[in-house]
């Protein structure tokens, strides 16, 4: 199933379609309760008579919070479900009747002046499930909302305090205290009340998910900061509403899932050699950050590709051959360490046997490298480059030579544009006019603007509109990386990770990145294929190494050590 990603006014539209199609919204509203019912009871499961309060609003949210607090007790009947109403709900609502002959508590705001209700009810809670507001709120929300939710806080914080108090600590510092009866889980139906569902703009008051259950589709301001900070683990339940839909089947923004990443995988045959799996040839390294080809290069080779050659300055590759050696080495002049004029020829002599081509990565931004950059992207040579020999580390080919060796130098690769390669392109006027046809560029917000010519804040606060804006205007695919990384390609399509990792924020996680996605692109995946796989395979090794590390040790290299298990993962053999 491919989830979509939507702003209020399509959500809209596609609930009116359905609606029109037959399934109504009272069903819907069912099926929403449902959905949340389901993980609400995994997140209780194991609490033999668990308190659950549910907060109510006026709107379809609410009736979403209904039904899903009337599932938990007809699921549960140990479970203590009470209610507490924002507002008296309209005198047709079918599931009212309902909870007061079941005889569940219920309680309404304007009844409970103080909030002491409330706050006792949350304080005595383990789980709190947010139905106030949906994709309908306005900000900022109205006072009574905000009483309500400040009282919220507040008995969250009794009962944090209550926990604290019965902590038991152990004599042994590296071991923590007890989790038994800690905190209390907060499941929000559709979003946490007081986000922006566009913007990802949040209400001061808002409470912070544990999860979120969305509906049909996640929603932009879902995975926009701050708001994403307070979503939570985000779960998408479809409600049963057919792709053929046309108001949801010309959505063109999607959230990328691992049943996707794993079918776009090139398939491997066991009779096979590394001329089969592609030739990467990476531009990276300078005197001052060798590490970055290092990086690039062992992330490659985790991708599965047959032969990464690193192109770089002589004393780039002294100082790495021996921690890189799997790679081969193409010399390029240089001066100090730094890549000098003359070294566009001997990279075109080498260039036609490679499948992908990434050039960027601490490779130093000074005027010969800004000018050897240039010269690769514009050259247009048309006839076959007579083959020189000695190119290789220690005077070693990259690779067997065999007869497609000797193919022509007219094209480059498949292109990927990533950290120095970026910076020297925003110092040109109209620099994406240099660019070949699908190349993948992968700024962070800092490198975007500066590609832009915007702010950070500006390329922050509209990740989805400029990305798909310049992916248009350059006719290049876009990797904006960051927590939701955003991939977009000039026919207007939009993909989104699911991941938001601070683990990932770290110095070199960006070469790795590149590296894997060369080294897919070498295999002959399309090159937005390559970019999206790469990304959710970069994201996915960051949990696995922040689940074994944590996310605070997390570096680099441990990124690549997890890239097996994330590959693992997706294709478990």
């Not at 979003?191 to 990802?200: A, K, M, V």
């Amino acid at each position: 199933m491919v989830i979509k990603i939507t702003n209020t006014e399509e959500m809209r539209a596609i609930e009116a379609a359905a609606d029109e199609a037959g399934i109504s919204y009272q069903t819907m509203m069912e099926r929403a309760g449902q959905a949340a019912a389901e993980r609400a009871l995994q997140l209780i499961e194991h609490l033999s008579d668990p308190r659950v309060t549910v907060l109510i609003g006026p709107g379809n949210n609410g009736g979403d919070g209904l039904v899903t607090g009337l599932l938990i007790k007809q699921a549960n009947e140990a479970a203590d479900v009470r209610f507490y109403l924002l507002t008296e709900r309209p005198e047709d609502d079918p599931y009212i009747p309902v909870i007061h002959e079941v005889g569940l508590f219920t309680a309404l705001a304007s009844d409970d002046g103080d909030k002491r209700v409330l706050r006792n009810m949350v304080a005595s809670s383990d789980l709190v499930i947010d139905a106030l507001f949906g994709i309908g709120i306005r900000l900022p929300l109205r006072d009574e909302a905000a009483k309500v939710l400040r009282a919220v806080r507040r008995g969250l914080l009794d009962r944090e305090k209550e926990h604290k108090e019965a902590e038991t600590w152990s004599i042994n510092p590296a071991q923590a205290p007890s989790e038994a009866g800690s905190g209390v889980k907060i499941l929000a139906i559709d979003g946490p009340s007081g986000l922006d569902f566009d913007t990802g703009q949040i209400d001061t008051t808002a409470l912070t998910a544990d999860e979120t259950v969305t509906f049909i589709a996640a929603k932009y301001g879902q995975l926009l900061f701050p708001g994403a900070q307070s979503v939570g683990q985000l779960t998408v339940a479809n409600l049963g509403i057919p792709d053929k839909v046309k108001e949801l089947k010309s959505i063109e923004a999607t959230l990328l899932d691992a049943a996707t990443v794993a079918d776009l995988l090139p398939a491997r045959n066991q009779d096979s050699n590394k001329g089969t799996f592609g030739k990467a040839m990476i531009v990276a390294g300078s005197v001052n950050y060798v590490g970055a080809a290092n990086l690039a290069a062992r992330s490659a080779y985790r991708s599965g590709v047959g032969l990464v050659s690193v192109a770089s300055a002589r004393p780039v590759a002294g100082m790495l051959a021996a921690a890189t050696p799997e790679a081969t080495w193409v010399l390029l002049p240089h001066d100090m360490g730094v890549v000098s004029d003359g070294a566009t020829d001997m990279f075109f002599e080498e260039i036609g046997k490679y499948s992908a081509l990434l050039i960027g990565p601490g490779m130093g931004q000074e005027d010969t490298t800004q000018r050897f950059l240039f010269q690769v992207l514009d050259h247009n040579r048309k006839q076959a480059v007579p083959k020189r020999r000695g190119l290789g580390f220690a005077n070693l080919p990259p690779a067997n030579d065999t007869e497609d060796d000797k193919a022509e130098a007219s094209e480059l690769p498949p292109l990927v544009i990533d950290a120095d390669g970026l910076n020297m392109l925003s110092k040109e006027d109209e620099w994406w006019k240099h660019l070949p046809e699908n190349t993948i560029l992968t700024p962070h917000p800092g490198e975007m603007a500066r590609l832009t010519g915007l702010s950070i804040e500006e390329v922050q606060k509209d990740r989805f509109g400029i990305v798909s804006e310049k992916a248009k205007e350059w006719n290049t695919i876009i990797l904006l990386k960051g927590a939701h990384t955003l991939i977009a390609e000039p026919k207007g399509r939009v993909t989104a990770l699911p991941f938001k990792n601070d683990a990932l924020a770290t110095a070199g996680t960006g070469d790795v990145l590149a590296g894997l996605i060369v080294g897919l692109l070498a295999q002959g995946m399309a090159p937005y294929d390559a970019a999206c796989a790469g990304a959710y395979l970069h994201a996915f090794a960051g949990e696995f190494a922040a689940q074994a590390l944590g996310p605070r040790s997390v570096i680099a290299s441990d990124v690549i050590d997890a890239l097996s298990s994330a590959f693992k993962a997706l294709t478990p053999a």
